[in-house]
């Protein structure tokens, strides 16, 4: 997605830069981009470490990008399991902090030939992703974390009810459950970086996070117009309900429940059952969430915590902790 002279100039610049629903449970995060500081990267040129913290101790653009990344190696492990088999190659996933492995994955048997090449194409976004915020944070980079691709989405299908207590939701099983699992990925992404433009100072950073956003609406929208276009009545094996687009607004409700009262997520269906492939407010405007609040549905919890969910040992660098919202 970006080219070598792009990266050259997003690091050339940074160099010259000083400054830069419910209840799910509520019992049992880039909006992220969102806590963005003023300081941008002037060590990505140079290999050494980027400041954690600004002088006015907001985090950096280091601390924000890192957060970033950590996110774009769930999704990109995700996909390139689910179209190639296997995941990352190791240059792609060292880096500081606690790394670790990928549990879980494998390649998906597509039904049809459109989803297969929608895939194949997300999968190759997603590793770009990957491979421009490690060139722009350099030797910065945080590693990949311990990432869990297996009973994470088990616990999230339970809690949303789409199988019964003690079965299993296998996500690479056929070309429903694939399209259900990115569903509940692709649009925290969109909400993620959409909180981040606003408290972006450095301006070329913002440029780059406006141009992966793009590509996650882009992914987003293809996912769930994908979901949409599928039979009435059609589940992936082991589900409960009447078809997949219920399932969605189940999902959704189950998101909406771990990051607060705000209700800023919503399924591929209205109300009326009529198509809702944009999930927006009043005013047409796709919703934001903080790294907290991502950090909530990452982690499947609605109360502080440094781990959980798809990330068994926590995500890696200083943003790290997600809200309480019980």
Known sequence: MFGKSYV????????NTSTDRRRFLRSAGIGGLGVLGATALPAAATGTAAAETTESGAPSDGAVLNFALNLEYLEAQFYSYAVHGRGLPESLTKGTGDPGPVHGGRAVRFG?????????????????????LRTALGSAAVGQPEIDLQDSFTAAAQAAGLVKPGNTFDPYAN?????????????VGVTAYKGAAPLIQNK????????????????????????????????????????????????????DSLD?????????????????????????????????QVLNVVYLTNQQATSGGFFPRGVNGEINTSENNA
């Open 204 to 255: 070329t950073y913002l440029e780059a996070a406006a141009g992966i956003l793009a590509a996650e609406a882009y992914h987003a929208a293809n996912i769930r117009t994908a979901l949409f276009e599928k039979e009435p009545g059609l589940l992936g094996t082991g589900l409960l309900g009447r078809d997949l687009k219920e399932a969605t607004v189940k999902l959704s409700d189950a998101r």
């Open 175 to 187: 070309e429903e459950n694939f399209l259900l699992a990115a569903f509940l990925f692709e649009d």
């Open 112 to 132: 049809s030939k459109k989803v297969r090449q929608y895939a194949q194409e997300i999968a190759s976004d997603e590793r770009q992703h990957v491979e421009f």
């Open 8 to 15: 050259t100039r997003i690091i050339d610049h940074s160099t």
């Open 260 to 292: 607060g009262t705000s209700d800023v997520d919503q399924g591929i269906v209205n109300g009326d059952g009529d198509a809702n492939i944009v999930p927006t407010d009043k005013f047409g405007v796709t919703y934001s969430r903080s790294a907290g």
